[in-house]
């Protein structure tokens, strides 16, 4: 399992994948908030270095996923589009 370094914080836990292997999984804005107060970015420089530099790297099965909080609400517009 790899852990994304820099973002203890936004940890929420581990996930089991269809083929029996566990990644860690980060709260998305928790990244991007890291970013922002960590490194001094702006919330939309943080938010294109997080999907580039870090959702981005894809480094086998271990890779880390990262979590996008939604409600009921917000999953049934993505449906809808």
């Known amino acids: ?3 994304a370094d820099g973002f203890e ?3 929420l836990g581990h996930v089991l994948q ?3 292997s566990q990644v860690a999984c980060y709260n998305r804005d928790s990244c ?3 970013l922002v107060t960590r490194d001094g970015m702006t919330h939309e420089d943080a938010e ?3 999907e580039f530099n870090v959702a981005g790297s894809h480094m086998g099965e271990e ?3 990262y979590l ?3 409600t009921v609400e917000d999953l049934h517009e993505l449906a809808d589009t």
Request: net charge negative; glycine share 4%.
């Open 1 to 3: 399992m790899l852990l």
């Open 9 to 11: 914080l936004a940890l």
């Open 68 to 70: 996008n909080v939604a």
């Open 18 to 20: 269809n083929n029996g």
């Open 48 to 50: 294109e270095f997080f």
């Open 32 to 34: 991007i908030e890291i």
């Open 63 to 65: 890779t880390p996923i």
